[in-house]
């Protein structure tokens, strides 16, 4: 798929899930702007909302995160990362955004790529009334180390299984580059990474390889 479709196709996504979102927050959508403006007028239009409540439906998990991964600016796809990661929790935020990563289509994989590190997010009291009642924040919705194991696998098996060279030079490129980051059972995939990485026809890609060597 050309990247300019890909993207045409992620901009009416957004849309529709912003939209979504707009309803479920019962904010009137009144916009008129062409797509890609119609939609970001949607999200500043749910940004504070969406942050500002103590708690969110837990039906309204997949819908933030779709719009997340479908967000074509990595800028602004925090807008709806953050508040589904003090409401939720990053562990449950960074399982679906590695579940895209594994199973999703070309455009949803990018998708996941660009709000991998918006759920990265520091967390504080004071920044959201979801972070926990009297300041105080169960450790365990946030716990993700076992979780960033998998996206680093899943992000080295797409490199590996995909025949689209712009998902490959995403996915690599938003890679550490030291062996130290990888616990020892991804040892030897990224081993068989970086030895495909060294022959690439790409540049960056090739550069990447000499940085990990």
Request: hydrophobic share 40%; net charge negative; proline share 8%.
């Amino acid at each position: 798929m050309a990247e300019d479709e890909q993207n045409t196709i992620e901009t009416r996504s957004f849309l529709t899930y912003v939209t979504e979102l707009a309803q479920l927050l019962g904010i009137e959508d009144v916009g008129m702007e062409p797509g890609d403006r119609h939609a970001r007028h949607l999200a500043h239009a749910v940004r504070k909302p969406l942050l500002e409540r103590p708690s969110l439906p837990d039906e309204w998990f997949a819908p933030l995160m779709a719009a997340a991964v479908y967000d074509p600016d990595p800028s602004f796809c925090r807008w709806f990362i953050e508040p589904a990661v003090y409401a939720f929790g990053r562990r449950r935020v960074m399982a679906a955004l590695v579940d895209y990563l594994q199973v999703g289509t070309d455009a949803e994989r990018s998708g996941a790529v660009r709000a991998w590190y918006s759920a990265h997010v520091p967390l504080r009291a004071d920044r959201s009334p979801a972070y926990g009642p009297g300041g105080v924040r169960d450790p365990a919705l946030d716990e993700s180390q076992d979780i960033k194991t998998d996206w680093l696998e899943a992000s080295l098996r797409v490199f590996a299984e995909s025949t689209d060279l712009l998902m490959r030079h995403r996915v690599l490129l938003n890679l550490p580059t030291s062996r130290t980051a990888y616990p020892a059972q991804l040892r030897e995939l990224l081993e068989t990474t970086v030895a495909s990485a060294r022959v690439h026809p790409d540049p960056h890609i090739r550069r990447w390889a000499a940085a990990a060597d």
